[in-house]
């Protein structure tokens, strides 16, 4: 009797990516129809008079096409590639959203005493760029030499506890996110950011 292993695994995995294919161009045009009737839409508006979000029709079109161009070419480090493509969109708005918000530190006399490092920090956006890189500097290159390991419980506890506290800094982001820019919970940072 011949044993028929590699012939099940290879069966599945065609069929494993076949099914993937197929969803993936469901997707696609699922994609391009909500773009064609959200245009219709926009069209409409316009037709109509009513304001449109010229900005943010433009992060749309630029991040959206973006996504499916990488999703779809094939490439090496396919991971690496896909989180330094696809956030920058999120990353510029974000540092948009912040340099905006922290205006308000540079808005009247008293700034420097009440506000401290940040005063300075948003004085200018060249001191806010040169502050942003030493940071990027000081957070990216010790995990760059810490904690690169195919298994990382291989790794001296030192190393894990290391690693661990800069990839806290990652995550204790979106907690604080979730806390600072509440806009709908806290009047006040609306008003700071003029969404009036």
Not at 28 to 55: E, H, K, S
Not at 124 to 144: N, T
């Amino acid at each position: 009797m011949r044993h028929s292993g590699p012939t099940i695994i290879w069966s599945s995995s065609t069929q494993l990516q076949s099914g993937i294919n197929a969803l993936e161009i469901s997707l696609l045009i699922a994609t391009i129809a909500f773009t064609a009737l959200w245009l219709a839409r926009q069209i409409q508006r316009a037709v109509q008079g009513q304001t449109l979000d010229v900005p943010k029709y433009l992060l749309l079109a630029a991040a959206i096409p973006m996504h499916w161009v990488v999703l779809l070419t094939p490439m090496p480090n396919k991971t690496i590639a896909i989180v330094a493509i696809l956030t920058i969109y999120h990353n510029l708005q974000y540092h948009r959203l912040v340099w905006f918000h922290n205006k308000k530190y540079t808005s009247s006399t008293d700034c420097r005493e009440r506000y401290g490092a940040a005063e300075l920090i948003s004085r200018r956006l060249l001191y806010y760029i040169a502050f942003g890189i030493l940071f990027g500097l000081w957070y990216q290159l010790p995990r760059q030499f810490v904690g690169r390991a195919t298994d990382p419980t291989t790794l001296p506890v030192a190393a894990q506890l290391l690693s661990a506290f800069f990839w806290g800094y990652a995550f204790i982001h979106y907690y604080l996110d979730s806390k600072i820019w509440r806009v709908r919970r806290d009047p006040s940072v609306g008003k700071a950011l003029q969404m009036d």
